[in-house]
């Protein structure tokens, strides 16, 4: 074995059920912990989703013993020279199957041995195919196929596998950056616990609704890995609730595994056939739609609850999402980059995917004419208004649905969606 190594912590914040630290374990008796504050996701991310990160690596390094080493810098720079200082050979990583991540770790193997083990994924991409080999394009079967696949059960370990180091990483490297101070997370495990045993024998009644507290709000702690998606599904059991909360989990690998086989689709349209879509560029409406101020009551509300809580219920992104793209002909993507900013929940792959989801670009074999009204989805799923009121107080005196009618809206609806239409006949193949 060798005297030590290294555990570079990227997007799996936590010991437990960490395929990295079995196979650290393996290497070497002692391990040092190293996190990198990469600068080009840094100055991507917003301030509610760096306060998170903050908030994950302070709880990791609670778990670790106060011996998590955080250094800002390039990867490609700062892990060979960590690894050199104290010795070791090796450096052990989930994978990273993004499209950044993938060359980011290529450069970083040219330097020091970089040993993978597990992905943020129950499934790492790449894994389900068709029989002939090649991937699937529509999650419905890829979702059958992803079930009759399975995942392997969770990895034993916790923060006792190895003994974490603290050593002087010497001169003329990265000095630690530290981490500020404040509060880190509550027992995620436990949240699971009160979720499952509560909510989610309800989950697919509910999850739909945003008025209603019927969602795990776990999508940040599996974006930043402090939690992994197969500790869930070891633990789900039997019923509707379960069943429909597997399949959340499975649209999760599904989009991590169409970005893996076409990762341009983070930046493009995946149907190519879009690329002959006339959009519009009108700045003012897509700052009236960041900010919330479009005049249609639920999207105001979502946008809003975003800037606040760097997060937003499901549903209510793909009405927002549908009202840039549709309403207002704005390009996905101008969309998907300001949720990446914001949202402590931002996965790459999920992020993109839902928007070309919404967009009628994507993987869906349901096309672009899917529009959704944003009063009717409100009247529907906010019934009572609740939701509303709660994110946009001027609306508060206003009693039950009569809330979700629009109040000087930027744009008429029912024009929008034919005008939408029209635009979507000129490149029908």
Known sequence: MDSSTVVWFRRDLRTHDHPAIRAASGRASRALALFVLDPVLLTASGRLRVEFLHRCLRSLDRELGGRLVVVEGDPVDVVPRVAAA???????????????????????????????????????????????????????????????????????????TVDWVRPDI????????????????????????????????????????????GTSRFSAFLKWGVVHPRTLLADLGRGEGAKAFRTELAWRDFYADVLWHQPESARRNYNRKFDRMRLDDDRERFEAWCEGRTGYPLVDAGMRQLLREGWMHNRVRMVVASFLVKDLHLPWWWGARHFMRHLVDGDLASNQHGWQWAAGT???????????????????????????????PELRGIPGKAVHRPRDPIVDHAHERQEALARYETIKD
């Open 86 to 160: 104290v010795g070791a050979s090796s450096v052990h990583v989930s994978a990273d199957t993004g499209p950044y991540g993938r060359v980011r770790d290529a450069a970083v193997a040219e330097r020091v041995e970089l040993v993978r083990a597990g992905s943020p994924y129950a499934v790492t991409p790449g894994r389900v195919t068709k029989s002939d080999g090649t991937p699937y394009r529509v999650f419905t079967p890829f979702a059958k196929a992803w079930l009759d696949h399975g995942w392997r059960p969770p990895a034993d370990t916790d923060a006792s």
């Open 170 to 213: 010497g001169e003329g490297l990265p000095a630690g950056e530290g981490l500020p101070a404040g509060e880190g997370l509550p027992d995620v495990r436990a949240l699971w616990q009160a979720f499952r045993d509560e909510k989610l024998p309800d989950y697919a009644a509910r999850r739909d609704r945003p008025d209603l507290d």
């Open 362 to 392: 994507g993987t869906d074999a349901a096309p672009y004419f899917r529009v959704f009204n944003p009063v009717a989805q409100g009247e529907k799923f906010d019934p009572n208004g609740d939701y509303v009121r709660e994110y946009v």
